[in-house]
C-alpha cells in the first residue's frame, strides 16, 4: 500500500488567513492526488482532482499543487465555512489510500 | 442530477450478517466503479474496495481481502457491502462513492453514509 502522510494533523486559523496544508506519497504517485473537504456529520466532498483541478463549485480560493511525493491544498483565505477535516487521497494504484486528515479549526 | 442513496442504519450482534446497500440514480450505472470507504467513530478514511458494475469485476484493499463482499445488481442500479459475521470492530460508518471516468479515477460523488453498530 502507497502510505499518505498529512502535515500538520491539525491547526488553527482566523477568518481571511492564508492556510496551507501539505500530504507527502510514500513512493511517486505522479499527480494522482485527490482533496476531499468533511465537515462534521456529513460525507466527505471533492475539492481538488488530479493534484490541481477545482472541482466543479468549488470556490476559487482552494488551490491544489504538487506532483510525484509531495502535494499542498491551499485556501488563499479562509471562511467560516472552510472549517473541516481535509483528506487527500492517491488513485495512483489500488488500494487508493488517504491520509489521515487536517483538521482545520477556528482561532 | 447523480445521486447516492444508502440504506438506513443498523444495529448488530457480534457475529450476525449484514448488508447494506446504496442507490444509485442519475448516471449510467454500469460504466462507473463505485467504492466503499470505512469511517471508524472519531477517525479518517479507509479506502475498503471498488466494484464495477457492469461485470461485477471487484477490487480489495489487503485490510478489508476476506472480511467483506462488495457487489453489485445493475437491474436495480444498486451496490452492496455485506457481512458474514460482524464483530464490534467493524462499528463505524460506511461511504459508498461513484469513481468518476476520468484517467484520476477519484470518487466525485458520495453517498450519505450508513452507520453500522456491532455491540453486544
Known amino acids: 500500500d502507497i502510505q499518505m502522510t498529512q502535515s500538520p494533523s491539525s491547526l488553527s486559523a482566523s477568518v481571511g488567513d492564508r492556510v496551507t496544508i501539505t500530504c507527502r506519497a510514500g513512493?511517486?504517485?505522479?499527480?494522482?492526488l485527490n482533496w476531499y473537504q468533511q465537515k462534521p456529520g456529513k460525507a466527505p466532498e471533492l475539492l481538488i482532482y488530479a493534484a490541481s483541478s477545482l472541482q466543479s463549485g468549488v470556490p476559487s480560493r482552494f488551490s491544489g499543487s504538487g506532483s510525484g511525493t509531495h502535494f499542498t491544498l491551499t485556501i488563499s483565505s479562509l471562511q467560516p465555512e472552510d472549517f473541516a477535516t481535509y483528506y487527500c487521497q492517491q488513485s495512483y494504484n489500488t488500494p487508493r489510500t488517504f491520509g489521515q486528515g487536517t483538521k482545520v479549526e477556528i482561532k | 442530477e447523480v445521486q447516492l442513496v444508502q440504506s438506513g442504519a443498523e444495529v448488530k450482534k457480534p457475529g450476525e450478517s449484514l448488508k447494506i446497500s446504496c442507490k444509485a440514480s442519475g448516471y449510467i450505472f454500469t460504466t462507473y466503479w463505485i467504492g466503499w470507504v470505512r469511517q471508524m467513530p472519531g477517525k479518517g478514511l479507509e479506502w475498503m474496495g471498488i466494484v464495477y458494475p457492469g461485470d461485477s469485476d471487484t477490487r480489495y484493499s489487503p485490510s478489508f481481502q476476506g472480511q467483506v463482499t462488495i457487489s453489485a445488481d445493475k437491474s436495480i442500479t444498486t451496490a452492496y457491502l455485506q457481512w458474514s459475521s460482524l464483530k464490534a470492530s467493524d462499528t463505524a460508518i460506511y461511504y459508498c462513492?461513484?469513481?468518476?471516468?476520468?484517467?484520476?479515477?477519484?470518487?466525485?460523488?458520495w453517498g450519505q453514509g450508513t452507520l453500522v453498530t456491532v455491540s453486544s
Open positions: 513512493q511517486s504517485i505522479s499527480w494522482y
Open positions: 462513492a461513484r469513481q468518476a471516468l476520468s484517467q484520476n479515477r477519484h470518487f466525485d460523488y
